[in-house]
């Protein structure tokens, strides 16, 4: 079963443009919610993060938006360029006992961005 | 901050030894290490869970006694893999985390390929 759907699973856009990749959950006890990205053969960075206290996160180019009541949240990728070409994971975890968050992660978007 | 490294990068053997995996984080302990494993063009499956000095968790399905995993100091993780076949060809990511962090800092992944 999977908790985190991610989509679209892959997505085409012109450079300028702006990527859009939307998640949902089911779980209502997640409370953070990470993006990741991923370029081949290397391991996932954090990109961006947000807590449900709030509805929207910008950091630069990208934006978190975030809906608690329909329990979905999305990456937005404004100008988007060729380097942001890579494979983008959305998370979501529960605070764990023990001071861990264990996060479920999407399926992945792959991001191509033409030039 | 929060960087995590991996040994090695790449490793190539044959069917039926055994090949171990180092992690550490290069500047913050790391009271919970994680390690993932990822096919291609698809999202991380987690495969255990390890506190410092403490034994491993392990996801259900994972074999414990083929992907052994030590967690003896604040910065140092080890995946062992045992007697490994053509099958255990994947792409091994650890992860790291502070005690109360929200955010796991990932390695940057181990290819490996048994023939």
């Known amino acids: 079963q999977q908790q985190v759907k991610q989509s679209p699973q892959s997505l085409i856009v012109q450079k300028g443009g702006i990527s859009i990749i939307n998640c949902a959950y089911e779980n209502t006890a997640f409370d953070y919610f990470p993006w990741y990205q991923q370029f081949p053969g290397k391991g996932p960075a954090l990109l961006i993060a947000?807590?449900?206290?709030?509805s929207e996160k910008k950091e630069g180019r990208f934006t978190i938006s975030f809906n608690k009541s329909a329990k979905q949240f999305s990456l937005h990728i404004m100008d988007s360029q060729p380097g942001d070409s890579a494979t983008y994971f959305c998370a979501a975890s529960p605070y764990a006992s023990g001071g861990s968050y264990i996060p479920t992660f999407g399926r992945g978007t792959s991001l191509i961005v033409h030039p | 901050g929060a960087v995590v490294s991996q040994h090695p990068s790449r490793v190539i053997c044959k069917s039926g030894t055994s090949v171990k995996i180092e992690c550490r984080s290069l500047d913050f302990q790391a009271t919970t290490m994680f390690w993932y494993r990822q096919f291609p063009k698809q999202s991380l499956m987690l495969m255990a869970t390890s506190n410092e000095g403490s034994k491993a968790t392990y996801e259900q399905g994972v074999e414990k006694d083929k992907f052994l995993i030590n967690h003896a100091s604040l910065t140092l993780s080890t995946l062992t893999v045992t007697s490994a076949h053509p099958e255990d060809s994947s792409f091994y990511i650890c992860?790291?985390?502070?005690?109360?962090?929200?955010?796991?800092?990932f390695g940057p992944g181990t290819r490996l390929l048994v023939l």
């Open positions: 992860s790291a985390t502070g005690s109360g962090w929200e955010t796991q800092y």
């Open positions: 947000i807590r449900p206290d709030v």
